[in-house]
């Protein structure tokens, strides 16, 4: 009677095992399915989620970062035709996007527009100097006038360069070069982002996620154009969070005949030495017909040419690479770094005094900025206790169950077959 007992105890422990380990089975995908219909819920960007209510506000601080090429030898390129050697200077750091989104406007294809209002607030903490600093580099209105003026018409500038007293390079100060001044050929203000405050960046059209959680605030269109895709580089780890670094894919900025997309942005044979020249995309359909290229810092990913032609630039993947950090389950961008730089062109003239000694056409470059944002800490803690303990904890539980179904199940029938043995060998 007792052995009839211990087998059917065993067999009970050996069901008992099984179940256990069988819910654990079940808890993986149920439990997997709950996290991620709650991530998905909250994570939308609609009115009454979370994500919805970080969206709208100006959120994490976002910082612009400024580093000018000071030019070192303008007489020399003036009088001399010598190529342009330049000094990288800064960074000179503003606080900006502190301002929340305006006119949203939801739309039927689970899409979203928004205006960004511009502000910059100067951060002296974490700049190498004052807005007051002076910085050598191309005269824009110059520049500019090179390529918007006819070449029939050339005479005539020269007359407005030569009266106004302006050359092909000027000295000023960050704050001028930045938000602008004056200029005394021009009589108008004119600098790298004037306006500036006061306006906007946009329309922005991006994602809710509401149809496809994957593409959660991934932009759509901004200005009605086409956006820039990113590729997965690698698994990081961010204040604790694991997060997927994304960058930009290698031929973004390619030549035309790497990457035909970029076919509309060489409207320059000549500058852009038959649209083979990789590296910089010509914007200035975008600005209005000035000559503007935008590129990345340094000329990273660019044609040797670029750092042949302006001496002193010295490209770095880890420096200058655009990047952003998205944490996996939810999809939020908890880390970015936008990097770009902002060029301009200017070329030989036979009537323009202060080109005549130019050799070439080159693609100087004027500043490069960072547009960077992280998690802080609070957010970070916040973000595990809320998100990444409770998945944890999950997993834990699930792990165990199944562990510990599957062992006393073992033993049970382990024990059992012993007992079964044993008794046939007494009988």
């Known amino acids: 009677m007792v052995c009839c007992n211990r087998r059917c105890g065993l067999i009970a422990g050996a069901v008992i095992g099984a179940a256990v380990a069988i819910l654990g089975g079940i808890l993986i995908p149920v439990g997997n399915n709950v996290i991620q219909g709650t991530v998905e819920k909250e994570a939308v960007i609609e009115p009454g989620t979370t994500a919805y209510d970080n969206w709208v506000a100006a959120g994490a601080k976002v910082y612009r970062q400024f580093w000018f090429f000071d030019l070192k030898n303008p007489l020399e390129v003036l009088q001399y035709g010598a190529i342009p050697v330049v000094v990288e200077r800064g960074p000179y750091t503003y606080w900006t996007r502190y301002l929340p989104k305006e006119n949203i406007t939801f739309h039927p294809n689970h899409t979203a ?141 390619a030549s035309p005949t790497v990457n035909p997309d970029n076919q509309c942005y060489c409207r320059n044979i000549e500058v852009t030495k038959n649209c083979t ?72 003239s036979k009537v323009i005094t202060v080109l005549k000694k130019v050799k070439d056409y080159t693609i100087f470059p004027l500043a490069w900025l960072n547009e960077t944002a992280s998690v802080d800490d609070e957010t970070a803690d916040m973000f595990k206790k809320e998100l990444i303990s409770r998945i944890q904890m999950l997993d834990i539980i699930q792990k165990a169950l199944l562990g510990i179904g599957v062992a006393v199940f073992i033993l049970c029938l382990t024990s059992y077959c012993v007992v079964v043995r044993r008794n046939k060998t007494l009988v």
Not at 236 to 253: C, F, H, S
Not at 283 to 293: L, W
Not at 318 to 337: I, Q, Y
Request: aromatic share 12%; glycine share 8%.
């Open 277 to 348: 020249l990789a590296g910089v995309l010509d914007i200035g359909s975008c600005q209005e017909g000035r000559p503007i290229y935008i590129s990345l810092p340094h000329f990273l990913h660019g044609s040797p040419y670029l750092r042949k032609a302006v001496l002193g630039l010295n490209p770095s993947e880890e420096h200058h690479a655009t990047f952003m950090d998205v944490e996996p389950t939810t999809g939020f961008t908890l880390r970015f770094a936008k990097r770009i730089q902002v060029n301009m062109m200017y070329g030989p």
């Open 113 to 253: 527009s928004f205006l960004l209002p511009f502000g910059a607030i100067f951060e002296p903490s974490m700049s190498v100097g004052s807005e007051e600093d002076k910085i050598t580099t191309l005269n824009l209105a110059v520049a500019g006038a090179y390529s918007l003026v006819p070449k029939l018409f050339h005479g005539m500038l020269e007359k407005l360069i030569t009266s106004s007293n302006s050359s092909l390079f000027q000295h000023r100060s960050v704050k001028e070069l930045l938000w602008g001044y004056t200029d005394p050929m021009l009589k108008t203000l004119v600098g790298l982002f004037a306006p500036y405050n006061g306006t906007y960046d946009g329309y922005y059209n991006v994602y809710t996620g509401k149809d496809d959680i994957s593409k959660v605030g991934r932009i759509d269109m901004w200005r009605g154009e086409r956006s820039v895709s990113a590729s997965f580089e690698e698994s990081k780890d961010l204040k604790g969070i694991e997060v997927y670094r994304y960058a930009l894919q290698p031929n973004t900025l």
